[in-house]
């Protein structure tokens, strides 16, 4: 983890998480899906002169929240964790704070990019690889999303987030053609 960075988490439970794991990090905490215009405005400012990692909760929350802060077009990177893994141990919460230590360095040191200057993926290259309006498209999309470790998402918006991210479509077709065999 470079100490350059900062992580912005949702609540003061992920913070401590977080620094429990890195204690000089700085963090940005949300506090929670009503996030306001002056932290909004913080985390763009800060992405303009340091790498700002987007790690929020892997829910509906956490997504609204990530689109929110992309939408002022700062330079972020996103760390993704799988829902399952975010779960409380009643499986009734889900949250950064009750993940364990080695999910959470997994997904601090496998950070997604984004680039937001290129649509090279269209949505006929989706259709012919059966990623949409198919049959067995979902459970395609599923594999597809693990593998790049990206939040599972429906056709349409994981159009927006393979251009967004800047994969290519070899990348996909070599993806697709190992859960072939």
Same mark, same amino acid.
């Given at each position: 983890?470079?100490?350059?960075?900062?992580?912005?988490?949702?609540?003061?439970?992920?913070?401590?998480?977080?620094?429990?794991?890195?204690?000089?990090?700085? &963090?940005?905490?949300?506090?929670?899906?009503?996030?306001?215009?002056?932290?909004?405005?913080?985390?763009?400012?800060?992405?303009?002169?340091? /790498?700002?990692?987007?790690?929020?909760?892997?829910?509906?929350?956490?997504?609204?929240?990530?689109?929110?802060? +992309?939408?002022?077009?700062?330079?972020?990177?996103?760390?993704?964790?799988?829902?399952?893994?975010?779960?409380?141990?009643?499986?009734?919460?889900?949250?950064?704070?009750? &993940?364990?230590?080695?999910?959470?360095?997994?997904?601090?040191?496998? +950070?997604?990019?984004? /680039?937001?200057?290129?649509?090279?993926?269209?949505?006929? /290259?989706?259709?012919?690889?059966?990623?949409?309006?198919?049959?067995?498209?979902?459970?395609?999309?599923?594999?597809?999303?693990?593998?790049?470790?990206?939040?599972?998402?429906?056709?349409?918006?994981?159009?927006?987030?393979?251009?967004?991210?800047?994969?290519?479509?070899?990348?996909?077709?070599?993806?697709?053609?190992?859960?072939?065999?």
């Amino acid at each position: 983890m470079n100490y350059k960075q900062v992580i912005v988490v949702e609540g003061t439970h992920d913070e401590q998480k977080i620094k429990s794991i890195y204690p000089n990090i700085d &963090c940005i905490v949300t506090n929670g899906s009503e996030i306001s215009r002056e932290t909004l405005n913080l985390i763009y400012q800060t992405s303009l002169i340091r /790498d700002v990692v987007l790690f929020l909760d892997p829910d509906f929350p956490g997504k609204k929240i990530t689109n929110e802060i +992309l939408n002022t077009k700062g330079n972020f990177k996103i760390a993704y964790i799988n829902k399952m893994k975010a779960l409380n141990k009643t499986n009734t919460k889900v949250g950064i704070e009750h &993940c364990n230590k080695e999910d959470i360095v997994l997904a601090l040191n496998n +950070l997604i990019s984004l /680039d937001y200057t290129r649509d090279s993926i269209t949505r006929l /290259d989706l259709l012919r690889r059966g990623l949409i309006s198919n049959e067995n498209s979902a459970s395609k999309r599923s594999v597809l999303c693990e593998k790049l470790n990206i939040p599972y998402v429906n056709g349409k918006a994981l159009l927006r987030n393979l251009n967004m991210l800047g994969i290519k479509l070899e990348r996909i077709d070599e993806i697709i053609d190992e859960f072939k065999s």
